[in-house]
């Protein structure tokens, strides 16, 4: 196994990881604030994309899609909150997860019936499509660094804003003692929505940086959804820290098991059981990590100290 | 409560009034979920069958009635059993998965129904499951494949990198490329597949790259198909890791990576039994009258699909009504139709022996992407399982 | 009592109408919705036995599926290596070996995983048993002998005496003799010592512990049950459809249950089974209405989380029960 496809690897696992964390830093803002379980944030992904897609083809440039796709995702997301997630936030955990079960066949279905089953490739600048050779044999697509880069921004973004700012203060306020924030007279419901904006947000902007690798399609966002949990449930729910940590621990993990399990086992066993048995381990390895984090510590890595 | 279940009561006596002067076919296919693509694809096709026969088989009026699978085995059952039991259909057909197919057929076979695939194409199907009702318009899952293994042998290509999804297709595939090939498979990925399917393969394709292989052979069929292309155009693998396909590049993808402008699928190989280009009179009138409809040129499966009706209609008009079953059995094992292969005859399974081209993909007299035909790799291909049906 | 005679009576004359209508559709030439009544009637097992531990214990189980898709394999992988060779200790087609089997198997893996399970609460609990669930999965897509994701092909039903299985009216009889049954099993359960532990633990768990009782072991024990029952379910599904796939343990799956439970009314008896009912009918209208039957049924789930709280149970019995 040779250095620099194990650096190229790692790198391809910090991306998966960092798109990860965008999309369960929204779900773990939400469920620590607000308690609310939201099924369909996946579905807020699956719209980042396909808003950003169409709007690529609009404008003729991928940055200006983005730019305007990111308000336009937050304001669905502040629709979905004041009519779906609002009345939902006095019930039970039960009650979050049948609801927004909803919402996924709701959205998938409009998703189907706006831009038809088809989905939708995305086409790159072309200085964003080319290839950058960090030495002779390492040699990656640049739109994968901007990914990294993206996401390691929107993570120190997030950072300064839940410590260094007035709302991040209120945020945090919130995750430990929503009570108290609100006998301060603090306007809890646009806090809410607010937050609930900003998670949606950050899901769209996942969203519409896989789109021009993997297009914008339909059920996209549920097929992240459970891994995004899975990062969420593992580094702690509520926790930032926590979620950054685990996101990136599952995007290496689950790539790094694609790629050289096949080669761990055929060090123990014969190379065709070794062939038959490694994707069967590498697809089960990120939910038997949960299991065994979970049998281990029963709140997650992180767990948020107060409640 | 009540209202509701006498209402569906209503509804399921009125539809079991038969209508006696027509042939009612099923058409079990994908038309939600982002698989929709190819399901709309082969309901266009098959439309477009019923209107050049002008909605009749002989003397009898077609009708098609198509039932959503949800790409999912239990419901293609499902939809298949309604089929069959309630609108009392005469054949159905369509399929796009295997494992739908697998699931739904002792539905249909034990009804007396004749079942007809228009894509799926599993291994059992033609060899140990093979039934006397059964027929295809497709292939077996191993014949594309073995036909990309004998055009990579032709091309000198000496060591192969092999991807696909972990699936009983995605397997088949690469046994099928694994049995002709007789140069070095230097590594092989089955990535993740079904509802949280893998669409990132950024893994892969690095080793792929490290593998320092001569080509790359995948099957990635519907929407996982552009995302590999758009990867592999990505990572720059073009000139040194050049794309032999099989069912991944089509008539439903090229359109997308136009827009897109991914110039990487350009001259990439894919083998099929069927082209676009075929010179044959039904096949010119078909993509014609296709494109005029849709806008763009069809797609194998609808090329299959188109087949399956106008196969059923030959049968149907031959035999002139749908009682006498074995005079039908004998009118479809016959083949007697306008394929827009051209000759269409079927081997002793029940499965096409057919011709296996080498397609490249080009941009037409119009600029619009497509594929042509580069030489033929098999003629009158039997598939492997054919000596394993008992028949 | 009066509200009592009135739900004893829906009860019945519901259970009345189901065991009746299916059989009164195959005689008059419907033998599509027999089939639908038997489906119909397995799924309500599944959902009878996910209230038990979700309705009346508040254990939010989202990956029942996987029970439901062990029983079937329990059925369908000793009568493949019937069918096909290989394993002769395990190739049967006898209802008694294969359907024991099936509760057998399905008993420890709930035991199994219950035990890591039931250290978490809350939402972990609901997402680490759909974390087994997709294991589960992923492990049976992995095993190519017994078909992977095309799903295992048995043409063969399990044989018990005096009824045969291949006949639809006696295949929906047993179905519906079993769904009486599990109600049954479940009222038994819930009205005796141990489900009131259950219950009492669910509404305040402190106090229960500080009764003195072992909440953890009660948990497990119906968690055990609830997974048993299920994979009883699953056995039966096997034969109903002849065709196990993975697909029967995906996580929407699960999904499905919950819902089943919650829209006719958690911790009813009948609940689960209306629950049942109403969505395989509002299923079918809808999809024969529209492919984009999903909008209008994901509209309804909302709905019915959102302004029907209690289920059709609540509805039907009207406001005074509300609060139990």
């Keep these: 196994m040779d250095l620099s496809l194990l650096i190229i690897q790692a790198l391809n696992g910090v991306q998966l990881g960092l798109l990860l964390f965008l999309v369960a830093s929204g779900l773990t803002l939400v469920f620590g604030i607000l308690d609310f379980v939201n099924l369909a944030h996946g579905s807020l992904y699956m719209l980042g994309a396909f808003i950003c897609a169409s709007l690529t083809f609009l404008f003729g440039n991928f940055l200006w899609a983005v730019l305007v796709a990111l308000p336009l995702t937050g304001g669905i997301g502040y629709l979905v909150e004041r009519f779906v997630a609002r009345p939902l936030y006095a019930r039970n955990h039960l009650d979050h997860v049948l609801g927004t079960f909803g919402l996924i066949l709701v959205l998938d279905t409009l998703a189907h019936l706006i831009w038809g089953p088809a989905g939708i490739a995305v086409p790159l ?18 739109f994968r660094l901007l990914i990294i880069a993206a996401g ?156 | 409560m009540k209202k509701l279940l006498t209402l569906t009561l209503a509804a399921g006596l009125m539809s079991t009034a038969a209508w006696a002067e027509s042939v009612k076919i099923g058409f079990v296919t994908t038309l939600t979920t982002g698989a929709a693509i190819i399901g709309t694809d082969m309901q266009n096709a098959a439309n477009l069958a019923v209107e050049h026969l002008g909605g009749k088989a002989g003397n009898l009026d077609l009708e098609v009635i198509f039932a959503d699978d949800g790409f ?25 998965w295997s494992h739908v197919l697998l699931a739904s057929r002792k539905s249909a076979l034990d009804a007396g129904k004749f079942l007809i695939s228009a894509n799926a194409g599993p291994s059992q199907i033609a060899g140990k499951l093979c039934d006397e009702n059964f027929f295809s318009t497709s292939w077996q899952n191993d014949q594309t494949p073995m036909a990309m293994g004998e055009v990579l042998n032709r091309q000198g290509v000496k060591s192969l ?91 439903l993808s090229l359109p997308k990576l136009q827009a897109a402008n991914f110039q990487a699928v350009l001259g990439s190989r894919t083998t099929q039994e069927w082209d676009p280009s075929l010179d044959n009179a039904a096949n010119k009138r078909f993509v014609a009258d296709f494109k005029a409809k849709h806008g763009t040129y069809p797609s194998f499966y609808a090329a299959q699909s188109y087949d399956a009706i ?55 007299a119009d600029g619009t992407w497509t594929t042509k035909v580069v030489e033929t790799v098999f003629e009158d291909h039997i598939d492997s399982y054919a000596a394993e049906c008992k028949m | ?124 609990f609901i997402m680490i048993t759909m974390a087994f669930a997709q294991m589960i999965y992923y492990l049976i897509v992995s095993i190519e002998e017994y078909g ?3 799903g295992l092909v048995i043409d063969t039903r399990s044989e ?28 038994m359960i819930t009205r005796s010592r141990f489900g009131m532990v259950l219950q009492g633990a669910k509404g305040n768990e402190e106090r229960m512990v500080t009764l003195g009782f072992n909440i953890y072991a009660y948990r497990l024990t119906a968690y055990v049950i609830s997974g048993a029952m299920c994979g009883y379910a699953g056995a039966l599904l096997g034969n109903f459809t002849t065709f196990i796939s993975p697909e029967m343990m995906d996580w929407s799956r699960s999904g499905e249950l919950m819902f089943m439970v919650i829209l006719g009314g958690a911790a009813t008896t009948l609940g689960p089974v209306l629950g049942a009912i109403a969505f395989i009918v509002v299923e079918e209208i809808l999809s024969s209405f529209t492919i984009y039957w999903h909008l209008p049924f994901g509209l309804m789930l909302m709905g019915v989380v959102l302004f029907a709280r209690g289920g059709l149970m609540g509805l039907l019995r009207g406001r005074r029960e509300d609060g139990e």
């Design chain 1, 125 to 142: 600048p072309h200085w964003l499509d080319g290839q950058i050779a960090l030495t002779e044999t390492l040699v990656i697509p640049s």
């Design chain 1, 152 to 307: 390691l921004a929107a993570a120190a973004g997030l950072f300064w804003l839940v410590n260094y700012t007035r709302l991040g203060m209120l945020i945090r306020a919130g995750a430990s003692n929503r009570t108290m924030v609100s006998a301060l007279g603090i306007d809890i419901q646009t806090l809410f929505a607010l937050v609930f904006a900003l998670g949606a947000m950050l899901a769209g902007l996942a969203g519409m940086l896989i789109a021009p690798i993997t297009e914008a399609s339909i059920g996209m966002g549920n097929s992240i959804i459970i891994t995004a949990f899975v990062v969420i449930i593992v580094g702690g729910i509520g926790s930032m820290k926590g979620a950054f940590i685990a996101a990136l621990l599952i995007g290496l993990i689950d790539t790094m098991g694609r790629s050289f399990l096949d080669d761990i086992f055929k060090l123990a066993m014969s190379p065709e059981a070794a062939e038959t048995s490694a994707p069967a381990v590498s697809a089960m390895l990120i939910y038997i990590i949960m299991a065994l984090v979970l049998a281990l510590r029963p709140q997650g890595l992180f767990p948020p100290r107060t409640r």
């Design chain 2, 72 to 96: 999912a085995p239990e419901t293609g059952k499902q939809a298949t059993d309604k089929l069959v039991k309630q609108d009392d259909v005469d054949f159905v057909t369509g399929y796009i």
């Design chain 2, 161 to 251: 990198y092999v991807m696909a999804p972990n699936y009983a297709a995605g397997k088949d595939m690469v046994a099928g490329v694994e049995r002709t090939f007789k140069g070095e498979i230097v590594g092989r990925d089955l990535t993740k597949w079904g509802a949280d399917a893998q669409l990132d393969f950024s893994a892969e394709l690095a080793k792929a790259k490290a593998s320092g292989a001569d080509g790359i052979f995948v099957f990635y069929p519907g929407a996982a198909g552009g995302a590999f292309i758009k990867q592999y155009d990505q990572a720059g693998l073009k000139d040194t890791l050049p794309l032999y396909s099989v069912f991944t590049v089509d008539g």
């Design chain 2, 310 to 364: 106008m196969l059923i209609a030959s049968a149907v008009a031959k035999v002139g009504n749908t009682e006498d079953k074995d005079a039908l059995r004998a009118a479809l094992k016959a083949a007697e139709f306008e394929s827009v292969r051209g000759d269409f005859k079927f081997g002793t399974n029940n499965m096409p022996v057919q011709n296996f081209y080498l397609r490249e993909v080009v941009a037409d």
């Design chain 3, 1 to 124: 009592m009066s509200f009592l005679t009135r739900r004893g009576w829906i009860s019945a004359v519901v259970m009345a109408l189901l065991a009746v209508l299916p059989p009164v559709f195959f005689l008059t030439g419907n033998a599509f919705y027999l089939d639908l009544a038997t489906r119909l009637s397995i799924l309500a097992i599944a959902a009878v036995s996910l209230n038990l531990i979700l309705g009346y214990g508040g254990l939010v189980s989202f990956g029942h599926a996987a029970f439901v898709g062990l029983g079937a394999y329990a059925v369908g992988i000793p009568a493949h290596h019937w069918l096909y060779g290989g394993l002769d200790f395990l190739a049967t087609t006898s209802g008694f070996v294969q359907v024991p089997l099936a509760v057998a198997v399905t008993a420890l893996f709930a035991l199994i995983t219950g035990a890591v399970c039931l250290r978490t609460k809350g939402v972990y």
């Design chain 3, 148 to 150: 992977g994701d095309d």
């Design chain 3, 160 to 187: 018990l005496p005096l009824i045969d299985l291949d006949n639809p009216l006696q295949l929906f009889g047993l179905a519906y003799v079993s769904l009486l049954v599990a109600m049954l099993l479940v009222r």
